[in-house]
C-alpha cells in the first residue's frame, strides 16, 4: 500500500546536481544509442541472484534489470499489428517550470527528474490524446523497461471486454468457470470481489515465508526464488491450496497477485486462449503500438500475468488513453466501455479501505480501489502502481494520462513520484 499522505519534500543525503549527466527532456536526442555493450551484459547477468529471488538486488544493477530482463528471461510475446499509431505532440511548457521542493529548495520539474533526487527512468504525460511532456532520463525511448504490478490492469480490462459482450459475469464466483476450483479455498468467492482483491482468502502477497499461500504460487510461475523441487504448476496449486477465509468476501481489502492470476485464468477459460494472445487480440493489436509487448514466463511458459510485462512506455500511455475521452487518437473502436468508466468512478466498494483508514494509512482523498486498480480518487484519478517505481496514472474527466517507470536506490529506497505528479496534474489540469 502506497503511503498516499507523503510529504511532497524530499529528503536526499547529498544532492549532486552535476553528477547526474542526463539530458534533459529538450535535449533528447533521436539518434540510437546502445544501451549495454556485450561486457556490460554478461557482466550483469552474471550478477543476477540464484541463490534467492532473483529480482532482490537494488541500485544501478536493479536499473539495468528493469530495462533488460528480455536479455536473460523468458517471456511471451504480446503482439502489436497494423499502422503505428502517432501521437501528436503539444508539449505544455508549464510542466517543464514547475516547482518542486526539496530539502535544497525548490526547482524546475525537468532538473528535479533529472537529479539524483529521483530514480525516474521514463515519463510519458498525454492530454487530449496528445504527448504534453515526455522524458528519459535513465532510459531510452526504444527501451521496453518492466511494469511490475501496473499489468494488473490489463488482466481486469481484457476481463472487463468479455463482460460486456455477455461472456462472462463478475457476480458469479469464479468457480462458475472454472470448474477446477471446486473444494478449493477460492469456490464461492465472486469476480467481482476477486477484480477488487476483497476475496477474503489469506493469501496476501508474502515473500518471507516460503510455506505461504503466495510464496507458494509466486515459485510456480518464477516471480519467487524455486529450484527443482518447487511447485511448477499454478493452476494445480490453487486448485488445490487450503487456505482459511480471513474475512466475509467484500468487506475488507487485501492485496495479492493470486487474485490476478485467477482473472487471467478466466480469461483463458473463456477465450480458449493463453493469456498473452487474448491479451493480444483485445487490446494490444488495435491500440497502433509501436512495438510488441511481453511478459515474463520464467516457468514453462506462464506468464506472470499479477506483475512483469515489457513495454514501451509510449505504448502503456496508448494502453492509458482507452480510459479518456481521446481513445480515438489511437483506435476506432471504443474498446473499454463507458460501462466500465462510470463503474470505476461511481460504483466501487467504499467498505474496502475501512481498515487502513482506521489504522490511519490513508485519508479520505482514495475512494476504494476497483477492478485491479490500487485506487479511484474523489477527482477520478485512477492509479495503478508498480513495485519500485512504476505508475500509470489516468483521468477520464481532465482527458490525462501518465506513465512511468523507476527503480529502488541501493539503500531500497525511492521517491515516490506518484504524489508528486498528482499535485502537479491537479494544479495544471484541475479546472478542465
Not at 2 to 24: G, H, R
Not at 353 to 360: K, N, S
Not at 366 to 387: E, H, M, V
Request: contains cysteine.
Amino acid at each position: 500500500m502506497n503511503n498516499l499522505l507523503k510529504s511532497l519534500i524530499i529528503s536526499v543525503a547529498t544532492v549532486n546536481m552535476s553528477a547526474c549527466a542526463q539530458e534533459t527532456p529538450a535535449e533528447k536526442s533521436d539518434e540510437f544509442r546502445s544501451t549495454s555493450t556485450v561486457e556490460e551484459t554478461r557482466a550483469q547477468i552474471s550478477r543476477v541472484r540464484t541463490d534467492d529471488i532473483w529480482w532482490t538486488v537494488y541500485g544501478e544493477d536493479q536499473a539495468w534489470n528493469f530495462k533488460n530482463l528480455h536479455r536473460f528471461m523468458p517471456t511471451v510475446s504480446v503482439y502489436r499489428d497494423g499502422q503505428v499509431k502517432m501521437l501528436e505532440e503539444a508539449i505544455n511548457p508549464a510542466i517543464a517550470v514547475f516547482e518542486i521542493e526539496t530539502e535544497e529548495g525548490s526547482m524546475p520539474f525537468s532538473d528535479f527528474i533529472n537529479s539524483n533526487h529521483t530514480t525516474l527512468m521514463s515519463l510519458v504525460i498525454l492530454h487530449k490524446g496528445k504527448i504534453a511532456f515526455e522524458a528519459y532520463p535513465r532510459s531510452e525511448p526504444y527501451e521496453k523497461p518492466v511494469y511490475w504490478s501496473v499489468a494488473k490492469v490489463f488482466v481486469s480490462s481484457v476481463l472487463a471486454i468479455l463482460e460486456d459482450r455477455g461472456e462472462v459475469d463478475v457476480s458469479n464466483p469464479i468457480d462458475f468457470y472454472i470448474e477446477e476450483l471446486r473444494g478449493s479455498s477460492f469456490e464461492g468467492v465472486k469476480i467481482r470481489n476477486i477484480l477488487d482483491m476483497a476475496t477474503g482468502v489469506e493469501c496476501a502477497e508474502e515473500y518471507v515465508d516460503k510455506e505461504s499461500c503466495y510464496y507458494q504460487y509466486s515459485m510456480t510461475v518464477g516471480d519467487g526464488h524455486f529450484d527443482e523441487n518447487s511447485p511448477d504448476n499454478p493452476y494445480e496449486l490453487l486448485a488445490s491450496i487450503e487456505v482459511p477465509r480471513y474475512e466475509e468476501q467484500g468487506t475488507d481489502f487485501q492485496y495479492s497477485g493470486v487474485n490476478t492470476f485467477l482473472l487471467s485464468w478466466l480469461v483463458e477459460k473463456i477465450t480458449g486462449m493463453p493469456f498473452q494472445d487474448a491479451f493480444s487480440k483485445e487490446i494490444w493489436t488495435k491500440i497502433g503500438a509501436e512495438s510488441d509487448g511481453s511478459y515474463i514466463a520464467p516457468r514453462f511458459g506462464v506468464p506472470v500475468t499479477h506483475g512483469g510485462f515489457l513495454a514501451r512506455a509510449r505504448d502503456v500511455a496508448r494502453f492509458g488513453l482507452l480510459y479518456t475521452p481521446s481513445y480515438t487518437a489511437v483506435t476506432d473502436d471504443k474498446i473499454i466501455s463507458d460501462r466500465l468508466i462510470n463503474l470505476l468512478k461511481n460504483e466501487g466498494n467504499d467498505k474496502l479501505f475501512e481498515r487502513y483508514r482506521d489504522a490511519g494509512y490513508m485519508g479520505d482523498d482514495p475512494k476504494y480501489p476497483a477492478y485491479q486498480w490500487d485506487q479511484i480518487y474523489q477527482n477520478n484519478d485512477f492509479y495503478k502502481g508498480g513495485w519500485a517505481g512504476q505508475g500509470l496514472l489516468v483521468n477520464p474527466d481532465r482527458d490525462t494520462v501518465v506513465v512511468y517507470t523507476g527503480y529502488f536506490k541501493e539503500d531500497q529506497s525511492e521517491v515516490d513520484m506518484l504524489p508528486i505528479l498528482r499535485d502537479m496534474m491537479n494544479s495544471l489540469y484541475g479546472d478542465q
